[in-house]
Structure formats: structure tokens, C-alpha cells
């Protein structure tokens, strides 16, 4: 609990309350005067042990009350008089000794309330109590078990490195201590002792042995600031370092300028001045900062260029031809006093003397030649092959060499011939194919593509950019094998469900989706009909399923139970509307919108041609007179069989051959005097009813069906074999004689799928087709309405297959298969018999031939 009396601050924190003893902790602290101890009351003793009654392990609310109001006004007449005061009453500690003293703390392992006398262990990081022997178990247990050596707290997850053994009072001074009433509980109720919190602090903990952390240090002491030019009485242990307003005032890097900063941790800053540098052989400046290189000073200079120092040597005749430097140049290299050998370095100068030659005196004289070969090695050789220098011994650089030699490229796939004369280094003896590198990188996904590549890691140097798993982001990580890691980013805000009951406190990690909430969802809704789906984090609601009753899309009738978010309904019925022509009335089923998508009635026009009565059949015309189109009737014969659709004029003249044929047949009645009526034959309606002549198929079905009746056969039975080839269409012969085995195959299939469904328990047997063509689904379909089986095609282009399904009792085989039928038309048939003509002579038989006409065949006459 937090107390403010006028402009201090008091926090009071119980600390515990429990048999005939108080225990507090006062901490005063002033912010610019001399501190003093708050006076305590005088039935309480500061940081000790006093008794004040013999009542139970617990206090009565109205006694706590009345003595914290007395410690109150205390405190605001040392306010009136001292300045701030901060009174800690430890309210985490006390808590958790009344817990204890109550039996109402429990075991984070067991989940068992630990008893007054039962053995514990306190955790020293967190002062988690626990039962010994539940920590020894989880101490022993894999799931404790640590990354490295050691165990890890249940609660905090510290690592420990020591197993907890024994049953200790909370200060550790203490094994198996006794529990007594007036005391607190595990405890040895003597002074704590122990080290405080504190960095520098070396005071040991004053008051009773207790669980939880031990209280701040109130001793004061007088420390330093930073820079060390004041000093400050403060409260022992205190963590934040004394900052004066002065300036630091220490020397700077450069060993020339002060620190200017005001009183502050940690090493002071690098001099931020600017300063003006030269090099060594005094040609380049910089600016830099004040202290850069400092110990690289000589006297001259700071840093070197790394360019020619040409400083004039003491010979006064040569120039210094090394990298800028420190210090004094170095004696001329061609100095006499130096120079001892001749230039290819076999022979001394001093037995050239002996051979006649002169002295050097100065660096400017040259330096005599032995004549013998140089043989220094050249820049074209390598490690197998060394190449001399064939000149004979002179100054200067050696080549170029007259040799020719096979150049490998860096990677060693390819070689050329080159002329050494063109080589000065050895580096130029290495070049650079035009090979790319074909090897897959780290990542294990893209090829290297390098030129002439030497590298053996192959390190992909792309970034990844796979989206992570939150799907919001994209791995920035270099190119890699495996998964990606998940994503690092993180909302500190909490996340809720939409109506805000279910909460997901942060972290949040990124992608996460919002909690599942068992509440009804309540948002605003398109309906009013009761709500029962569950809050969700979807923007659409799902559709409302709550049945209603409808009109259909035509207003022809009104649906019941139909769901709420259905909203196009047809009844099934046709539309019936009447069209914008007048003349014709929708056909479409019940539908929405217009009748007319494109705006004009397509309907055949029914008005009657002026010259044979016909209907017109032309597309709708309102508006225009009919057409002229030739007019064409279906016409067919007398049993039925034959149909044909011939021009109107052809049917007016079948019918009169029709009417001919009837006027014949009632020829022979009018000859014995009988009368015959020929109006029905001359009036303009019969004339309309044109028919074609039976032919003789047509004779041989009526000549069957009167036999079957004759015979009582059930004509259904088809007992002739009419139907067997009636059955199948041209179109499917024709595809079943460009691919017969295709056929024979389906058919097969069709036919086991029938038999197995007739004589099965089951009612429906079903098969399904590999994907194929859109021609042999076709050949599939045709041949399921042959065999009464039902198909349907399934899936999208291009795995779209045929499922048929035979039902018991309703599908059936033909009495003849399509492919014995296609094997009999296609097998050749019987050659005719040969004609037998009457022999006489063979001069008779030409004479005859010559004179009169072929003879008469008779097929009849088998006489050899």
C-alpha cells in the first residue's frame, strides 16, 4: 500500500503479523539534510524482536488498523519537520509468511499446501518455497536437466549446480529447525545475517530469519561521485551512482585538452577536435581528429601515404625509392661500401680487380660485369619448371624470356599456348577461362555461375526471402538449406478475439492468430434471425442458415425452408412468361432476369404459309411478313419405322401416290357395284397427312410381330433379335470400328460391372475410368445408355474421367454385343455362286457369243 502526506511520499509494506510478534523495517531517507532514524512507537521495536501479546498466529484487523494509524501520524509529524521520508513495509514478504503461517501456500511441484512442519527449500533467486522431497525429485528429473551442468528452479528456471539435500531454516544457519507456534514457520528465529542485495554494501541482513528477499540496507554512508570532486551521504547499497554538476576535467587522449563533460561513468570520450596531419616524407595532409596516431609521430610526421618517399639520399645523386617512411632514409643501395658482388651476383667485385677493372669510387660509377650468364630466375617459371634469364650478367630487370610455354587457367580446365616474351610477372602466367561454375552453393538451391571459379565453399550470397511462417514477412537471412527460422518479430499488444472476451497477453509472436472464442458472435448482421455461430476473426460472417420462406425467381409459388442467405430459389416449373413478341411464352425453368438474354425470341414462328398451310418455322419476325423458305415436313410410314423429312411439294405427291394405292385396292369393290367415299382422300387436311411406302423391313416386322402373337411370345423378349441391332447408333458404330479394342475393353468392363451388380446383394455397383479423351468418354456414355448403367464425368481437363454405376434389376446386357456385331459386318462375306453356262463346242460357243446377246445364267444348274 502507497501512503502520500503532503509533498513526501510514504510506501508501507506489511511485512508480518502473525503470533504475539511485529516485525517491520523502517527506511528513512532524506535529500539534503543529515539522516535520522524514525522513532519507533512504543509498543515496536526497529529491526528487532519484541512481544506484544499471546494471541493466536494471526491479528485482528481493527488492532493492524489502529497501529497503523498511529505509525501514520508519526510519519506526517516527521514530514512536517525532516523533508521526504520512505517507509518500506515489505509487503511481498509478509504475504508470503502469512501464507506459510496459514497453510495456504502450495508446492509448484505437487500442488500440495505445505504444511507448518513439513521439510522445505527456498529457491535463492526467486524464494519460491517448495517440499524438499519435491525438489529433490524434480532436481533428479530429465526435465530439470540444464544445457550445461546443473539443474534448473521450477519456477525461475535458474540454474543451480547444487542439489538441494537437506531441510535448512530460511537463513541457512539452522538444519531441521523446530517449528514453534510463536515463530515464523521454517524458520530458526534468530537474526538473518545474510549479505544484502546490494553492490558495495557489507552490512548483513538485521532482522528475524525470514523467507523472501532481505530488505534494502538503511545504514548511510558518505560516498564520492564519479569524478571524485564531491562526496554525499546515501543510503548503503544503492545502485545508482552519484552524478555532480561539475566537469570531469581529466586529460584526453591527446595528452593536450581536458575532458569537458559533465561528472560521468566509464572512460572519457576521444579528444573531438580537429587537427591538421603530414605524412612522413611531408608530400600529404589530413584532417583528423586531435590524438589520431599519436604514438606514429617522429618529429616530421603521423601516418605514412604509402607512396614514394623521393627524399635525396646522402649520395646527393639518388632518390629514395621506398614507401613513405619513419625516420632517416636508409644509405644508397649502389653505394661502393655496399655493393660487394657483380650484378648477376656470382663473382665478387674484388677479383674483377684482379682482371683489370676499376674501382668504384662513387654510387654514380657502374658496376662491373663478371660476363658470365645471369641465370637469375624469371618471372615466367613455376614451381616444376624454373626459367634462367639468358642474358649474360647486367643490370637492371631481367627478360623477357625467349621460351614458350602451356598456360592453365585458375581452375585447370583449359590450357593455351603463350610466348613468354609477352610474360613480366608471374601472376600474367594464370588466366581466366570463360568455364562457368556448375556446382550447386551452401544453399543447396542455386548454381554458383562463377567464371573460372577456384572456390571450394560456394557460398550463396542472395538473400533467402521465403515468406516465414507468419506469412507476413520474408527471411532476410542469406540464402540457406532447410526451413527458415521462425519469425523474430513480436506485438507487445494484447490480442483479443472481436468482441474482446478471450485475450492473448504479449508477447505476441508475429502471425499469430487471434484466440478462439466460444461466445455467439456479435456483430451487426444482415438478418435479424437468432445468431449461432461463435465469435470469429473473419471479416464475413458465415451465411445464415435459419430457414424461411421464399418466392421462387418467377413468382410462381412461395418455398418453405429454404436457408435465410439463399436468394435465387427456382421452383422448377417452366417460366411460362409471356415474350416481348406477343406471340410466344417463355420456355426456359423458373430463372432470374429476363426472359430474352440477347433481347430477341428465337421460337419458331407458327403462322400458316399461305400455299400448303404449314406452320412458318422461321425465327420469331413480329413486325415483318413470313419468309420465303421452301417448307419441309416430317413424313413417315404406315407402321411407323421409316421417317423422313422431305420438301413439302414431295410429300403432296406422296400423298397422291398414297391415295392412288387406296383408290386400287377398292378397284375390285367398285367393280361388283359397291360405292367407295374419296372426299377423305381429296380434302386439303388429309391431303397434309403425307406418308412413305413401307419397304420390305417394314413387311418383316409386321410378318414377326404377327408370329409372336400367334405364338404368344412376349414381343418385349425381343425373341428375333430385332432390337439387338437396332440398339446402337451409327455414330457409335462408327467409332467402335475406329478403334475396336478400345471398345471391346469398355464393353468388357461394362458388361462384368452389369453381371455383378444383378446377381450382388448390393443395389448399385460402380467403376471408374482412367482419365482420357473427350471422343472415348463419348464412346463411354453412348455405350452406358445401351446397358441402362448411369455416367457422369468428373474432374477438370486434363484428368476428367467417366464413372458409371449399374443398378440391380435396371441395367441389362444386350442380347448382342456391339463387338461381335462390328466382327460380322466387318468379316468377309460368301462369294456368290458361280455361273454355270451350257457347253457345246468351243467354235459353236464363239459363233454364238458373236452373234447373239450374253448368255442366260442359270444358278440352279449344278451339273458338272
Known amino acids: 500500500m502507497s501512503l502520500f502526506l503532503g509533498s513526501g511520499r510514504v510506501s508501507a509494506k506489511l511485512c508480518h503479523a502473525s503470533g504475539s510478534r511485529l516485525y517491520t523495517t523502517v527506511d528513512v531517507m532524506r535529500s539534503n539534510k543529515t539522516p535520522r532514524e524514525l522513532r519507533p512507537a512504543p509498543d515496536q521495536q526497529l529491526y528487532g524482536r519484541k512481544k506484544i501479546n499471546h494471541e493466536p498466529a494471526y491479528l485482528k484487523l481493527a488492532q493492524f488498523e489502529l497501529g497503523l494509524n498511529k505509525m501514520i501520524g508519526k510519519i506526517s509529524q516527521c514530514l512536517s519537520r525532516e523533508g521526504s521520508i520512505i517507509v518500506v513495509w515489505m509487503l511481498s514478504t509478509g504475504c508470503l509468511i502469512e501464507q506459510l503461517s496459514e497453510e495456504k501456500y502450495e508446492c509448484m511441484v505437487c500442488c500440495d499446501v505445505i504444511r507448518l512442519m513439513a521439510p522445505v527449500w527456498s529457491c535463492q533467486s526467486c524464494f519460491h518455497v517448495f517440499h524438499l522431497n519435491c525438489i529433490k525429485k524434480w532436481a533428479r528429473s530429465p526435465a530439470s536437466q540444464a544445457d550445461a551442468e546443473g539443474w534448473r528452479c521450477p519456477a525461475c528456471q535458474n540454474v543451480a549446480l547444487k542439489h538441494p539435500t537437506s531441510y535448512t531454516c530460511f537463513c541457512g544457519k539452522v538444519t531441521n529447525p523446530e517449528w514453534q507456534r510463536s515463530e515464523i514457520p521454517h524458520s530458526c528465529g534468530d537474526m538473518c545475517g545474510k549479505k544484502r542485495s546490494g553492490l558495495d554494501c557489507n552490512h548483513p541482513c538485521n532482522i ?6 532481505c530488505p534494502q540496507c538503511p545504514a548511510f554512508v558518505t560516498k564520492s561521485c564519479i569524478c571524485g ?121 674484388s677479383k674483377l680487380l684482379e682482371f683489370g677493372y676499376s674501382e668504384r669510387k662513387s654510387c654514380s660509377d657502374p658496376i662491373p660485369s663478371c660476363g658470365k650468364t645471369c641465370n637469375k630466375p624469371l618471372a615466367c617459371g613455376s614451381s616444376d619448371t624454373i626459367h634462367l634469364c639468358e642474358k649474360l650478367c647486367h ?41 562457368r561454375c556448375n556446382k550447386k552453393r551452401s544453399c543447396g538451391r542455386h548454381k554458383c555461375g562463377e567464371l573460372c571459379c577456384v572456390t571450394m565453399e560456394h557460398k550463396c550470397p542472395l538473400i533467402c526471402g521465403y515468406k516465414l511462417n507468419c506469412g507476413l514477412h520474408r527471411c532476410q537471412e542469406p540464402c540457406h538449406k532447410g526451413n527458415c ?5 513480436s506485438s507487445f499488444d494484447e490480442l483479443t ?73 427456382s421452383c422448377g416449373l417452366v417460366c411460362n412468361k409471356t415474350l416481348p413478341c406477343d406471340m410466344h411464352r417463355c420456355r426456359r425453368i423458373c430463372h432470374r432476369g429476363d426472359c430474352l438474354s440477347d433481347g430477341r425470341c428465337q421460337q419458331p414462328c407458327m403462322l400458316p404459309r399461305p400455299d400448303c398451310s404449314h406452320p412458318c418455322s422461321a425465327p420469331c419476325h413480329t413486325g415483318s411478313s413470313c419468309p420465303l423458305s421452301p417448307c419441309t415436313v416430317a413424313v413417315e410410314c404406315g407402321c411407323g419405322r421409316r421417317k423422313e423429312t422431305v420438301v ?45 411406302e413401307c419397304d420390305q423391313e417394314c413387311a418383316t416386322l409386321e410378318r414377326n410381330r404377327r408370329l409372336a402373337e400367334a405364338l404368344q411370345i412376349d414381343p418385349s423378349s425381343d425373341p428375333f433379335n430385332i432390337r439387338s441391332t437396332s440398339v446402337y447408333s451409327d455414330s457409335l458404330k462408327d467409332d467402335a470400328r475406329k478403334d475396336l479394342k478400345f471398345v471391346t475393353e469398355i464393353e468388357e468392363e461394362i458388361r462384368n460391372l452389369v ?85 457345246h463346242s468351243s467354235q459353236y460357243v464363239s459363233s454364238v457369243n458373236m452373234a447373239k446377246d450374253e448368255p442366260v445364267i442359270d444358278y440352279f444348274d449344278v451339273q458338272d
Not at 277 to 299: I, M, N, S
Not at 506 to 520: I, M, N, Q, R, W
Request: net charge positive; proline share 8%; glycine share 6%.
Open 648 to 692: 413439302c411439294p414431295e410429300a403432296a405427291s406422296s400423298y397422291q401416290r398414297y391415295a392412288a394405292i387406296a383408290m386400287a385396292s377398292k378397284l375390285s369393290d367398285m367393280q361388283l357395284g359397291e360405292t367407295m367415299d374419296i372426299a377423305p382422300l381429296l380434302t386439303k387436311k388429309e391431303r397434309k397427312q403425307a406418308r412413305l
Open 755 to 839: 453381371d455383378l451388380a444383378n446377381k450382388g446383394k448390393q443395389s448399385k455397383r460402380s467403376h471408374c475410368f482412367p482419365p482420357m479423351n473427350r471422343e472415348h468418354r463419348k464412346v463411354i456414355h453412348d455405350l452406358a445408355e445401351v446397358y441402362c448403367v448411369e455416367s457422369v464425368s468428373y474432374d477438370s481437363e486434363p484428368k476428367r474421367n467417366v464413372v458409371i454405376t449399374a443398378q440391380k434389376g435396371k441395367s441389362a446386357c444386350p442380347n448382342c454385343s456391339l463387338t461381335s456385331l462390328i466382327e460380322r459386318e466387318t468379316t468377309m462375306r460368301a462369294p456368290p455362286p458361280i455361273a454355270h453356262i451350257k457347253q
Open 485 to 489: 527460422e521462425p519469425c523474430w518479430q
Open 497 to 569: 478475439c472481436h468482441c474482446g472476451l478471450s485475450v492473448l497477453y504479449p508477447p505476441v509472436p508475429c502471425g499469430t492468430k487471434p484466440p478462439e472464442c466460444k461466445s455467439l458472435c456479435t456483430r451487426r448482421h444482415e438478418c435479424e434471425h437468432p445468431v449461432f455461430h461463435n465469435c470469429h476473426s473473419e471479416e464475413k460472417c458465415p451465411p445464415c442458415t435459419y430457414l424461411t420462406q421464399k418466392w421462387c425467381m418467377g413468382k410462381h409459388e412461395q418455398r418453405s425452408n429454404i436457408p435465410c442467405h439463399l436468394q435465387d430459389i
Open 208 to 213: 528475524l530469519c525470514h523467507p523472501g528477499p
Open 229 to 349: 570532486k564531491t562526496s554525499q551521504p546515501m543510503r548503503c547499497g544503492q545502485g545508482a551512482a552519484l552524478q555532480c554538476n561539475q566537469s570531469c576535467g581529466c586529460t584526453l587522449n591527446c595528452a593536450e585538452h581536458s575532458c569537458v563533460k559533465v561528472c560521468h561513468s566509464g572512460p572519457c570520450p576521444p579528444c573531438q577536435l580537429q587537427v591538421k596531419q603530414v605524412c612522413y616524407c611531408g608530400v600529404t595532409t589530413r584532417d583528423v581528429l586531435c590524438g589520431t596516431d599519436k604514438e606514429g609521430f617522429d618529429g616530421s610526421g603521423h601516418f605514412s601515404c604509402q607512396k614514394i618517399c623521393g627524399k635525396m639520399l646522402s649520395c646527393e645523386a639518388h632518390c629514395c625509392q621506398r614507401v613513405c617512411h619513419r625516420g632517416l632514409c636508409q644509405p644508397c643501395p649502389r653505394s661502393p661500401s655496399l655493393v660487394k658482388m657483380c650484378p648477376c651476383g656470382q663473382t665478387q667485385l
Open 395 to 435: 643490370e637492371g630487370v631481367c627478360g623477357p624470356c625467349s621460351l614458350n610455354s602451356t598456360v592453365r587457367c585458375r581452375c585447370g580446365s583449359k590450357t593455351k599456348f603463350t610466348p613468354l616474351t609477352l610474360v613480366s610477372v608471374s601472376d600474367e602466367l594464370v588466366f581466366t577461362c570463360e568455364r
